[in-house]
């Protein structure tokens, strides 16, 4: 049944697979409800060309180690799985037969709330890094640019109780972004498994 539903978004240079119904509508209600009030969310500073400033979300790091996470001159201490993130991360590992180590949980707001072209590269998540994106709540778009092929791009809408599967050379050859928009829009869970070694 989940297989059925997946979609390969055959890009050059990446594996990505999206699963948009991964959680039914009842289970992504409910884990959205519990996440927005269980979370420890945090809003940290972030420096960029020189200039500190609030990062445009609330984020938190959850973790099976000690093991801190650093990106963006950020370093994160890790809080032990909870429940509602220990069950998501079961059915994701069961499911995809991949065993991951760790979750960044990031709190999107509003529109306003924003995460700037990237790629999932830091060198704590391998040579080539493999992230399980949950979203939960409101849809937001999100982009993909090749790298170094300035006509490579694609974006998608990620939905409630959506999976996307990240792997491969993906992050070497990829950025992403969620941007910012002038809809009137709700919160936005979205939790990344991943695995630190």
């Known amino acids: 049944m989940l297989f059925e539903s997946a979609i390969n978004l055959n890009l050059k240079g ?5 699963y948009p119904n991964f959680f039914n509508n009842n ?11 269980n979370i420890e969310w945090k809003q940290d500073t972030i420096t960029l060309f020189g200039k500190t400033h609030l990062q445009p979300r609330l984020t938190a790091f959850y973790a099976d180690n000690k093991k801190n996470y650093k990106y963006s001159n950020i370093i994160m201490q890790p809080h032990a799985f909870k429940d509602d993130l220990l069950g998501i991360k079961n059915k994701i590992e ?15 707001r509003n529109g ?3 995460n700037g072209w990237h ?9 080539n890094p493999i992230i399980a994106s949950v979203s939960f709540g409101a849809e937001r778009v999100f ?11 694609t974006k998608l809408i990620l939905q409630h109780g959506s999976l996307l ?5 993906t992050q070497n050859n990829w950025l992403h972004q969620i941007p910012k928009t002038k809809k009137i829009i709700g919160n936005r869970i979205n939790l990344t498994f991943r695995i630190i070694a």
């Open 14 to 18: 990446a594996e990505i697979t999206y």
């Open 27 to 37: 289970e992504a209600d409910n884990y959205f409800k519990s996440l927005l009030a």
């Open 94 to 108: 069961t499911d995809l037969k991949i065993k991951f180590t760790s979750c960044l949980a990031n709190l999107y």
């Open 112 to 114: 306003s709330d924003s």
């Open 119 to 127: 790629a999932d590269d830091e060198k704590e998540l391998g040579e």
């Open 143 to 153: 982009h993909l640019k090749h790298k170094t092929d300035k006509l490579l791009k």
């Open 165 to 169: 599967l990240m792997r491969g050379e």
